[in-house]
């Protein structure tokens, strides 16, 4: 039973995530930009950046893109859980968090 009783568990749960990131297909392309950034950059490349952008304004679709963000709970949290994993690891292997 124990086999088969998971399976039949972690089949809804992979259904419901599926039809979660299936909701929202712009999101996953911002999200899947904004994660192959973080992979594809150096370390040097992400500091400059940080640093260039402190105080400037930002453009108009990534402004548009935090008010979808903002107005949208769930697919601020589908967004936050895919890339999460990848900024943070990175950010860490950067030594910008501690």
Known sequence: MGKRFWSMAILPVAFVGGVAAAQYPIMDK???????KY?????????QEKAKGQGQPKPAAEEK?????????????????????????KMFECGMIP
Do not use: G, H, Y
């Open 39 to 47: 992979q594809t950059s150096t370390c040097e490349q992400l500091w």
């Open 65 to 89: 893109a935090m008010q979808a963000l903002k107005q949208d709970p769930q697919m601020r949290a589908a967004f936050f859980n895919k890339v999460a994993a990848p900024i943070v690891n």
């Open 30 to 36: 911002v999200a899947e930009k904004v994660i192959q």
